[in-house]
């Protein structure tokens, strides 16, 4: 019998680290996805409501910031539409993040291991 052939997905599972460890260490701050690749079989419907192509897997609200984090693995690269989103945050003051470790994160909000 062949071996079933398991499916890793890398990015979402360091995503979920990350997000529960911004929840425990920062639990005032807003930490949160909009899942914006869901569905593709309804995209119109999704873009009329708001979907944004090149989103960004994470939003985390501090008091009087806005930061976009996007998820990749070792060899993972931003999209076209990840790109534009990210130089459009930018040009907007707000911090655009491409993290592909937790301790990348934690470095980052100065937490050194």
């Not at 079933?4 to 260490?25: G, M, N």
Request: hydrophobic content about 40%; some cysteine; proline content about 4%.
């Amino acid at each position: 019998m062949a071996k079933k052939q398991v499916k890793t997905h890398p990015e979402a599972d360091l995503q979920k680290d990350c997000v529960e460890w911004l929840r425990e260490t920062f639990p005032e701050w807003l930490v949160f996805s909009c899942p914006n690749e869901a569905c593709r079989n309804r995209v119109n419907w999704f873009k009329n409501l708001g979907m944004l192509p090149g989103a960004p897997d994470l939003i985390i609200v501090q008091l009087e910031s806005v930061i976009f984090v996007e998820f990749k693995s070792e060899t993972g690269r931003l999209s076209t539409n990840q790109i534009k989103f990210k130089q459009q945050a930018e040009s907007l003051g707000h911090q655009y993040l491409v993290i592909r470790y937790l301790s990348d994160l934690k470095r980052f909000f100065g937490y050194f291991q």
